[in-house]
Nanobody, 118 residues
Framework: QVQLVESGGGVVQPGGSLRLSCAFSGRTSPPFRMGWFRQAPGKEREFIAQIYWNGGRTTYADSLKGRFTISRDTVKNAIDLQMTNLASEDTAVYYC???????????WGQGTQVTVSS
C-alpha cells in the first residue's frame, strides 16, 4: 500500500510561483508512475503532469506545459510540481497520484489547496 502526502499549497498572487511536493511511503520500492491532478470547484478533475520513476520521463497536459514542471527526488521519495505565472484559473485542489500500472492511478493523496488571488 502506498501512502501519498502533498504539501506546499497556499495562497499566491497572480503571476507568482508555488512549488508542491508529494512524498510517498508504505514501501521501499517507488511506484512505476506518479502524477499531479487538480480539481477546481464545479469542474472535473484535470490531469496536469506525470513522471515515470525509472528514467524520469515526463508528460504534460498541453495547456499547462511551459508553466508547470514535474520532477522527482529519489532521495526524498517524492515528486514536486513547480508552478509559475499562476493565474486565478489555477485555483484548485491539487492531488498527487501514483500507480504501478500503465493505466489508471491507484493511489491518491488527500489534496492540497492552491488559491491564486490578489
Amino acid at each position: 500500500q502506498v501512502q501519498l502526502v502533498e504539501s506546499g499549497g497556499g495562497v499566491v498572487q497572480p503571476g507568482g510561483s508555488l512549488r508542491l511536493s508529494c512524498a510517498f511511503s508504505g514501501r521501499t520500492s517507488p511506484p512505476f508512475r506518479m502524477g499531479w491532478f487538480r480539481q477546481a470547484p464545479g469542474k472535473e478533475r484535470e490531469f496536469i503532469a506525470q513522471i515515470y520513476w525509472n528514467g524520469g520521463r515526463t508528460t504534460y497536459a498541453d495547456s499547462l506545459k511551459g508553466r508547470f514542471t514535474i520532477s522527482r527526488d529519489t532521495v526524498k521519495n517524492a515528486i514536486d510540481l513547480q508552478m509559475t505565472n499562476l493565474a486565478s484559473e489555477d485555483t484548485a485542489v491539487y492531488y498527487c497520484a501514483a500507480t504501478d500500472s500503465a493505466y489508471a492511478y491507484d493511489y491518491w493523496g488527500q489534496g492540497t489547496q492552491v488559491t491564486v488571488s490578489s
